[in-house]
Nanobody, 123 residues
């Protein structure tokens, strides 16, 4: 059983910062790509940032220069530092990870999602 648990969301004013964290737990063999996505009601879930196991990061154009994704492979965690937040960043943010885990049939890979954490940017 693999679980992703996010933390760090909240209500901030425009221009302020937040840091989201996500920890992956369970019978993990290894984790390859990890990332953050966000979703507003009535719209699809969009990519915010991803990071490979080697540390290569990719960002949505809307957050480049403001957000930074990082990971700690030893602790199975991924973080998203969000600076200069704007009302348009308001959404539920989801952590994602591609996890190789032990199963009754052996080694399997699956995409896992966290439960989501609300980020609200409002003056």
């Amino acid at each position: 059983q693999v679980q992703l648990v996010e933390s760090g969301g909240g209500l901030v004013q425009p221009g302020e910062s937040l840091r989201l964290s996500c920890v992956v737990s369970g019978t993990i063999i290894t984790i390859d790509g990890m990332g953050w996505y966000r979703q507003v009601p009535g719209k699809q879930r969009d990519l915010v940032a991803t990071i490979t196991s080697g540390g290569s990061a990719n960002y949505a154009d809307s957050v480049k220069g403001r957000f930074t994704i990082s990971r700690d492979n030893a602790k199975n965690t991924v973080a998203l530092q969000m600076n200069s937040l704007q009302p348009g960043d308001t959404a539920v943010y989801y952590c994602n990870a591609g996890v190789y885990a032990l199963s009754p049939t052996g080694r399997t890979r699956r995409e896992y999602w966290g439960q989501g954490t609300q980020v609200t940017v409002d003056s």
